[in-house]
């Protein structure tokens, strides 16, 4: 979970252990949490933003440390500046 928006729905981005060739994909390990985890490691892709409902939400697998948050942050922050150095949009 990225941030929570407003009337129970929250900005997700996509955790999968495979990385697809996605250059943007942050690396995330077991020692990326300080609480909870995941069973292997994985990729966080910044390139797959969506929002859910809580009602959706079955859970919390675990919290990121602020180290591994903030490189994230940073990866969506690259992602979405590019379209200003860009005339095509």
Known sequence: MLAEVGRGDFLLC???SKQYGDLHAVSLKES???SGGIKRDSFIRGTKLFTANEALIL???GHLTHSKLSEVVSQLIDILS???KDDTF
């Open 32 to 34: 990326d949490f300080f």
């Open 82 to 84: 590019a379209c200003l």
């Open 59 to 61: 859970g919390v697998a």
């Open 14 to 16: 996509q955790i999968t």
